[in-house]
C-alpha cells in the first residue's frame, strides 16, 4: 500500500472548483489590477491559475496589503490571534469593498 498523498491542493475537490458559468480564462481586468498600499482585499484562490496562489487556510480572509513584491503582493492576514504574511498574486485577491457590494 502506498502512502496518502499531502500535497498543497489535497482536500480541495469543492473549493478550488469553479462554477459552471464562472469556467474559462480568467480576465485581463483581474490579473493586471493594482491595488495600493494599505488596501482592504479579500484573499479569493483561482484554482485556473497556480502561480502565486496561497495555501488554501487563506481562502476568504480578509487582508491588508502591505507592499508590492514583483507582481505579487504582500498581505497581513490574521490566523487565530497571529498575524502572518502571504504572498499573493492579484489573480487571487479581490477588493474589500467589492465583496461588501456582492453580500447585499
Known sequence: MGRRAKGLRHKTRSLLTRKPRERGKTGLTKILHE???????VVKLDPSMHKGMPHRRFQGHVGLISQKKGKAYVVKVTQGEA????????EHLESYNQGELKKE
Open 35 to 41: 491595488y495600493a498600499v494599505g488596501e482592504k482585499v
Open 83 to 90: 498575524m502572518k504574511e502571504i504572498i499573493v498574486r492579484p
